[in-house]
């Protein structure tokens, strides 16, 4: 029997502005969910159970007044643990605030407020949101829903396992080198990458850098686009990169007309390190595709010295955030966090200079590239979710990592480009686990994007092989 939690975010509003439903009866329902397999998955790390509900019971006397709270009125949204929740616990997954309760919303939290969402919880994050996992000293491992055994990827794991269970119906999380596209893949879920500026971040240490992101999950297109119609679009003053736009009208996005797009596919931009695996599975979904597009085909832009500049401008980015608490709390951090931090210590301001001048190269091809597609289609990660047991690959195909960053680059290269970016959940890979593309749009082109990946997931969901997967929730009891 399908529970109120199962239902798609979209058709929820709608029972609940129709009363049908009651957002009592929907907070109830997650909750039950919740109870019944976070304590095997570990997405959702603090609760807000009497505030949720206390909020609820607002919602239905204004709905049953005859007032519209809003575009997301009733829905639970879960917070990333890197957001501050007014009264809410919220770590950052350090020991450094592991006590730490916030005395304000952050302006997004603001929005989602105002657009009537309520705030369910905190979801798990690496610490600081360092990393493609979800495991940090505080809470411990998020496990993935469809193995836990693995991971959900990272850093917005906990809000992706959560979606992926149904604990909630949109989640919120953050993208630097992947952190919304890559969980999403994992979880077979949908993460969109917007914009630089489009979702305010006014704890922006580095003012100017198309790096970390905010942004919406959740398990259709369409319900992702509807949080982002609400989640964005208000330039909060503390913001330098914030961008004033009218995002209202991403509620109700309509599908586009693939006949009439042009797309490029590529199953590791020429030189990406991707897993053979995940090409094959690539290479035979994007075929499944292909010919509802005016124009398909095989091409990327070069993506010469990207490697080596995301690398550098990421130490600058630690080293910024925290060469403070490396060098006066090394004892509490994790070992991601030293160790992206100090590798800043040996670069040369001649260094962040060229690599400055790279991304900028970078950037130039990729726009002159998009000038001749509306889409790139991309692999969602470079290889299948690995065991917790195991941590992240050291090779791929043979080939050495460096570091963990280094099988990201499918994913940290459209970082750079600041286009937007989504990742949509395609059947699952060799190895059982959920598979899915990343989709790069034109810049500033997120309506288009989100048009054209909801047309897209409307293929892939009638087709058995292809459709969203669903995680077997009776092995996580």
């Known amino acids: 029997m399908t529970e109120p939690c199962d239902l798609s975010a979209v058709d929820l509003r709608a029972l609940i502005g129709a009363k049908k439903l009651s957002p009592v009866e929907l907070v109830e329902s997650c909750l039950k969910r919740i109870g019944r397999v976070n304590g095997t998955v570990n997405a959702f ?9 206390a909020r609820a019971r607002e919602l239905e006397t204004e709905i049953a007044q005859g007032r519209d709270p809003g575009p997301l009125a009733g829905l639970p949204v879960g917070i ?11 770590t950052y997954g350090s020991l450094l605030f592991k006590d730490h309760v916030p005395d304000a919303d952050d302006g997004q939290i603001t929005r989602l407020r105002q657009a009537g969402a309520i705030i369910l919880g905190k979801t798990n994050t690496p610490e600081f949101g360092s990393g493609a996992n979800t495991t940090n000293r505080v809470y411990g491992a998020t496990t993935n ?27 919120q999380g953050s993208d630097t080198g992947g952190s919304l596209r890559a969980p999403a893949t994992w979880s077979g879920v949908v993460g969109f990458r917007p914009r630089p ?18 942004g919406p999950m959740g398990r259709s297109v369409a319900d992702t686009a509807l949080q982002y119609s609400a989640q964005a679009g208000s330039a909060h003053p503390g913001d330098p990169m914030g961008i004033p736009f009218d995002a209202a009208s991403f509620a109700t996005i309509q599908p586009a007309d693939l006949g009439t797009l042009r797309v490029a596919f590529s199953e590791d931009l020429g030189t990406a390190p991707v897993d053979d695996g995940i090409k094959r599975v690539f290479r035979q979904r994007a075929g499944k595709i292909r010919d509802a597009f005016a124009h398909a085909r095989d091409d990327q832009p070069d993506i010469a010295g990207v490697r080596e500049a995301f690398w550098v401008l990421r130490c600058v980015y630690y080293m910024a955030y925290h060469k403070d608490r490396v060098e006066n709390h090394r004892e509490l951090l994790s070992p991601n966090i030293i160790t992206n931090t100090e590798a800043g210590y040996d670069m040369s301001l001649a260094d962040v200079a060229a690599a400055e001048v790279a991304w900028r190269q970078w950037y130039d091809r990729f726009q002159a590239f998009m000038e001749d597609v509306d889409l790139l289609v991309l692999p969602g990660n470079a290889y299948p979710p690995y065991r917790l047991d195991t941590g992240a690959p050291t090779e791929i195909n043979g080939r050495p990592m460096e570091n963990y960053m280094d099988a990201s680059l499918i994913r940290s290269a459209l970082t750079l480009t600041g286009n937007p970016v989504i990742a949509v959940p395609c059947g699952l890979d060799e190895t059982g686990a959920p598979f899915g593309f990343q989709i790069a749009g034109k810049r500033h082109g997120e309506k288009e994007l989100l048009e054209a990946a909801l047309a897209i997931e409307t293929i892939l969901n009638a087709d058995a092989e292809t459709a ?3 995680p077997d929730l009776e092995k996580l009891t």
């Open 468 to 470: 969203r997967p669903i």
């Open 80 to 90: 990333k643990d890197l957001v501050n929740v007014k009264g809410l616990r919220t």
């Open 145 to 171: 829903p469809f193995d836990p055994a693995r991971t959900p990827g990272g850093s917005s794991g906990g809000s992706a396992a959560a979606l992926a269970c149904s604990m909630v119906p949109l989640a």
């Open 197 to 214: 500026g489009a979702v305010a971040n006014e704890r922006r240490m580095l003012p100017l850098t198309y790096f970390s992101v905010q």
């Open 45 to 53: 790390v603090a609760l807000d159970e009497e505030g949720a509900l």
